[in-house]
């Protein structure tokens, strides 16, 4: 299995300098090997050539080295998460910490060389971060990367900002997302959690929005890695006389915003392409004002890297009413058709699809059914798609519809207690628009999420997925004659209750604190600071009138006048005027009652195993090859109940070892499998979970497998730990 000297490294794996001269000189393997990339190269294979750890081997590999990022031990320490995936040049890593300070290490080592903290001198906004981006020119090397509003350039030798990129080394992610609105750039609510892509001296952007009533468009940014100014924006929502404008009613890009690249994108160097998926449109679940296929949101975008035009699109789902961003890069896979090789793209989705496109003509390799949708029980003012697009190949990697089949038979109680909620709501179809009693799904964090997946040269596939369902209800918005209803209180409900609950209660077990009684911890000054700075997956609300901004902290601690709410404010016909009119923010009917998964009694997830699995799909003939649980909750497992899989977030890395490796399950292990069989081969208990991508590189001759671990995603404990791993 070893690569044979002289052969073409894969193009895509970065060698550094040094072992590219020694493979040019055809006298030694390399003795380093670069993850130059988030994603581990450009076209997001997830793939190393390195076959030091293989199958053989990887069950003595042990722990090389721990990197502490963050102090949690501190005083005012508060848990956060770390997603990062760390990229390696020539045997420095670069990576984050869990409070988005930036540090190079020796990769051998973990000895740390530098670190930049990016709030030293400014109110921090802590939120995820997925990884950084390295260009070089001559002798300069630059990491970029983002911390709050900002897209910082970061000189890689000394952990200075570079004096000349924008200011002082930093330049505003809102830039090119107000074009022409008329509201203040400096008020949109814009971060980014995932890295962009380098294309030559370019870095082209997505962002991280809040997909509802108030949130700003998710146009696309490239900016000069040099100087850090605007070279091009390409509008994800089209603008008047752009093509896609008339998949909208007219006007409404005004007012609404989402269609965001949230997830990272990847880049076809040769043909000059980059390629993302797009985040649905706002407000994400009740799109009556949206009337239309709502072109470009849902869709995998290929755009002239130099440019920002637009090459092709494919529209994944039409008229999003169910949260269905691309959650997940795209992976620029060769596969081979019909005896020929083809440049393509998969695509996976949260709900468990893979669509795979030509890459030149965004034309799909495996046909795809435009199939009905079920449009009944619509809502006031909706208008659902009538059909959405289904790949006839590969089949499914997560359930789509609940049935009863489904329902938990862990214990007598849980079935019971499922089957009551089950009888109460609806479900059974993908395309069901949601409703007031509640709607039962797979989706919104299921299937392919932010991990992505991993490609090897065979053309497969290996995807960790999600089985979650999602127990979700659309709530009136108070109109304006309703009296038990305070300005604060309707304020609340139309910005606030989706995320912290119509109850205030928050959604426990997920990261959405409860606000019932936020007095006793904040202030009124704190919280009206959170609500102009944003706080990890809370966006800002600059874009809210200061006045609209206190009424709800009034309303939260308790000091709010019960004065009756203005005529003019959430009345579902009146928000029809408005949209008319294109004010801003648009006041929508209905809200999402909070983000619920459904889950029994006990905690667990109220449909019968598996909750998580790795799986291996050929795309050169769409079939499966295996796919397994991915892992367990050993108490079940004590019971003698077959390993159930878990929860998962964090993506594999395939190597030429024959292995893939994944962490991100809720049992926090990180483990080895078989790419051939998917039989586990190495698992390692974690200090902390590892939501989070792994990395392998190569420095002197030895490959390591680097983790970072901590997340404290869904009540899990905090951390801020990198891991290397090694053979003895
Ligand atoms: C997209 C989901 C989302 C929306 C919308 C949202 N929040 Fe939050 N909120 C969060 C999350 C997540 C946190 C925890 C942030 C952290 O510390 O990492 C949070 C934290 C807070 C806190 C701090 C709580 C504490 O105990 O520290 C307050 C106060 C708050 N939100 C108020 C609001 C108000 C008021 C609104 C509406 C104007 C709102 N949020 C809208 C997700 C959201």
Redesign the pocket.
């Known amino acids: 299995m070893k690569p044979r000297l002289g052969s073409k490294a894969r193009k895509v794996v970065g060698l550094s300098l040094f072992a590219g001269t020694l493979m040019a000189l055809g006298c030694a393997r390399p003795q380093n090997e670069n993850w130059p990339y988030y994603g581990g190269n450009s076209g997001g294979n997830r793939y190393s050539s390195l076959d030091q750890i293989n199958t053989t081997n990887v069950h003595t590999l042990q722990v090389a080295w721990t990197y502490l990022s963050t102090d949690t031990a501190k005083a005012d320490y508060?848990p956060?998460e770390i997603q990062c995936q760390p990229i390696v040049i020539d045997g420095i890593l670069f990576a984050t910490s869990p409070l988005l300070e930036l540090f190079a290490l020796k990769a051998d080592t973990g000895e740390e060389l530098w670190r930049f903290n990016p709030f030293a001198e400014k109110t921090p906004r802590?939120h995820s971060n997925r990884g950084v981006m390295y260009w070089e020119s001559g002798e300069e090397q630059r990491i970029l990367y983002t911390a709050g509003t900002s897209l910082y350039a970061i000189d890689a030798k000394t952990g200075l900002p570079i004096p000349n990129f924008g200011d002082n080394g930093a330049v505003s992610l809102h830039q090119g997302v107000g074009d022409n609105l008329e509201r203040d750039e400096k008020d949109l609510a814009v971060i980014a959690t995932s890295p962009g892509i380098i294309y030559k001296d370019l870095v082209i952007m997505g962002s991280t929005l809040?997909e509802?009533a108030t949130a700003p468009p998710g146009h696309i940014r490239a900016f000069d890695v040099r100087t850090g100014e605007l070279k091009w924006v390409f509008h994800t929502i089209p603008q008047p006389g752009e093509f896609g404008y008339d998949t909208w009613p007219e006007d409404t890009w005004k007012v609404l915003g989402g269609a965001n690249n949230w997830a990272g994108m990847v880049m076809d160097e040769e043909r000059g392409l980059v390629f993302l998926g797009t985040g649905s449109p706002s407000v994400d679940f009740y799109g009556a004002i949206r009337h239309g296929q709502n072109l470009f949101a849902n869709c995998v975008l290929a755009i002239h890297a130099a440019t920002g035009k637009l090459a092709w699109h494919y529209q994944i789902v039409h008229h999003d009413l169910w949260d269905r961003d691309i959650a997940c890069p795209p992976n620029l896979i060769t596969v081979t058709h019909n005896g020929k090789k083809i440049d393509a793209v998969a695509q996976a989705t949260k709900d468990g699809l893979v669509f795979l496109l030509d890459r030149d003509t965004g034309e799909p390799l495996f046909p795809v059914e435009e199939i009905p949708a079920l449009t009944d029980f619509a809502l006031l003012g909706e208008a659902p798609w009538p059909t959405q697009p289904q790949p006839t190949k590969p089949a499914p990697f997560s359930r789509q519809v609940l049935t009863e089949e489904d329902i938990t038979r862990r214990t007598p109680e849980a079935h019971d207690f499922v089957k009551k909620r089950w009888l109460e709501t609806r479900s059974g179809s993908k395309f069901m628009p949601l409703s007031k009693e509640g709607t039962l799904y797979f989706g919104i964090g299921g299937g392919a999420n932010w991990g992505g997946n991993a490609s090897d040269p065979e053309g497969i596939l290996y995807q960790n997925s999600n089985e979650m369902v999602w127990d979700v209800k659309l709530a009136e918005i108070p109109s304006a004659t309703d009296p038990s209803v305070t300005a604060g209180r309707s304020?609340?409900i139309t910005?606030?209750a989706?995320?912290?609950g119509l109850d205030n209660k928050g959604a426990p077990g997920q990261?959405?604190?409860d606000?019932s009684q936020?007095a006793t911890?904040?202030s009124a000054k704190e919280?009206a600071a959170?609500?102009s700075n944003g706080?990890?997956?809370?966006?800002a609300?600059t874009h809210?009138a200061g006045a609209d901004r206190d009424k709800?902290?009034a309303y939260?601690t308790g000091t709010e006048k019960t004065d009756k709410l203005p005529d003019d404010i959430h009345n579902p016909i009146a928000a029809e005027v408005e949209v008319a009119s294109g004010a801003f923010p648009y006041k929508p009917a209905f809200t999402l009652n909070g983000l619920n998964k459904f889950l029994d009694p006990d905690g667990y997830p109220a449909i019968t195993p598996p909750w998580g699995t790795l799986n291996a799909i050929d795309m050169n003939t769409g079939e499966f090859l295996w796919q397994v649980p991915l892992g367990e909750y050993p108490e079940l497992t004590a019971q003698g109940i077959s390993i159930t899989g878990t929860e998962n977030y964090g993506g594999p890395v395939v190597t030429a070892g024959g292995l893939v490796f994944i962490a991100g399950t809720k049992d926090e292990r990180i483990r080895a499998f078989d790419k051939q069989t998917g039989k586990v081969l190495w698992e390692y208990q974690l200090p902390a979970a590892g939501f989070a991508t792994p990395a392998t590189y190569m420095v002197d001759g030895t490959q390591y497998l680097v983790i970072a671990v901590g997340g404290v995603k869904n009540g899990h404990k905090p951390g801020g730990t990198y891991m290397a791993f090694a053979l003895p």
């Open positions: 508060r956060r802590y809040s509802s304020l609340y910005h606030c989706h995320c912290h990261d959405f604190p606000l936020v911890r904040l919280i959170i609500l706080q990890g997956r809370m966006p609300f809210l709800i902290t939260l």
